[in-house]
């Protein structure tokens, strides 16, 4: 089958599992320019420290290889990418944009949403609606094609997901390191379909034009100085590692430019041009749970683990644990500097949870100006 006829069989199958758009990109050859070109990039972002405490991803094969490195390292029989894409973009205000006194951050692509039987929104992980559409659209490619090896993932594989969308045609990486398309912008969810398709060199997609000019807002927002140059991102100094993937203590350098983010961060696709006219998506099953919009930190302090379990069962939220999300919550009103937060703070330098006593000393300090 010729590439644009795939690629038409793709798109249309794509749209019909519910993403917003799709491509296929082969994997580059052993050895060619772009992998030589992918593996030292991501060999020299791990060896900076750029990964923080993501020890998934400086796993090594047998041979000493960073298995994240390239596909031809981790999985050898795939020749082509399948990426897709879910808009996730909601008609609510922006992380920098003015918010209640008191009130907190979550990350837009935490929000998400489904109708429950009880009526109302149900937590929905965006990893678990995606795989469910990938998983039908490789049934019908199979049905139309033939049987194929093919593999599924959304966000858990040993793939840069960003780095075959833009090998597929769907986007430019933004000097934020974020996958930038011309009409969606980059509130984008992406998955995966590893495939042994080939796809021969001269039908390989024409790579979009990367629209960032001249533009730096991205890095010029960035409050803890994480995107240390275009498309370069010291993950270990991002807010969303910070509240999400790091245990323990948060370093004291770093707190004050977490502001009131207590899961993820969104200000680098805030400030970025491209978003202004993205549209909003009207997905059933990623709608904006609005709690989840500048939710109240009081709120969120005085959430049990029971209470935790529940409002984010099913949720992306999980991943920073409870314990996480409470130090989290703990930095934010340090960075409020309302007084008002100081009697659960002082009950919180009680804890026995070590981590959240600390942030909780932190903050009282803070607030009383003693930092």
């Known amino acids: 089958m010729q590439h644009a006829s795939l690629h038409s069989l793709i798109t249309a199958a794509a749209k019909t599992a519910g993403f917003a758009a799709a491509g296929i990109a082969a994997v580059p050859e052993l050895g060619s320019p772009e992998d030589e070109s992918d593996r030292q990039a991501f060999a020299d972002w791990v060896e900076q420290g750029s990964a923080g405490e993501m020890e998934y991803l400086k796993r090594r094969n047998e041979s000493g290889e960073l298995v994240r490195s390239s596909l031809r390292v981790a999985i050898p029989w795939v020749k082509s990418v399948i990426v897709c894409v879910t808009n996730y973009n909601a008609p609510k205000p922006l992380s920098i944009d003015h918010a209640p006194e008191g009130t907190g951050w979550v990350a837009r692509y935490a929000w998400t949403g489904q109708q429950s039987i009880n009526g109302g929104l149900a937590p929905s992980d965006y990893h678990k609606v995606l795989l469910k559409r990938l998983e039908r659209l490789d049934a019908a490619l199979k049905s139309e094609l033939g049987p194929f090896e093919s593999k599924c993932y959304v966000d858990t594989g040993p793939i840069v997901e960003r780095t075959y969308a833009r090998y597929a045609g769907l986007g430019w990486i933004g000097k934020n390191t974020c996958l930038l398309n011309q009409e969606l912008g980059s509130w984008l969810f992406l998955g995966v379909i590893l495939t042994s398709l080939e796809i021969a060199a001269d039908q390989h997609p024409q790579l979009a034009a990367d629209r960032c000019g001249s533009c730096t807002r991205c890095i010029d ?24 993937e790091k245990r323990g203590l948060i370093p004291l350098e770093l707190r004050e430019g977490i502001g009131r983010q207590v899961f993820g961060c969104d200000i680098c696709q805030d400030v970025c041009p491209w978003n202004r ?20 930190l009081d ?3 005085e959430l049990d683990q029971e209470g935790f379990g529940r409002l984010f069962f099913g949720s992306p939220i999980k991943r920073a644990k409870f314990e996480g999300l409470r130090r989290n919550v703990a930095i934010a009103m340090g960075n409020s500097g309302l007084r008002q937060f100081l009697p659960k703070l002082g009950e919180w330098q009680s804890s026995d949870d070590r981590v959240l006593a600390e942030a909780a000393s932190w903050a009282v300090r803070r607030i009383e100006g003693r930092n």
């Open 277 to 296: 006219k993205a549209p909003i998506a009207s997905d059933p099953e990623l709608q904006p749970r609005t709690e989840l919009v500048n939710p109240a």
């Open 221 to 244: 927002a960035c409050p803890t100085g994480a995107l240390t140059a275009p498309r370069q991102m010291d993950a270990s100094l991002c807010i969303s590692y910070l509240t999400i």
């Open 299 to 301: 709120w969120l302090a």
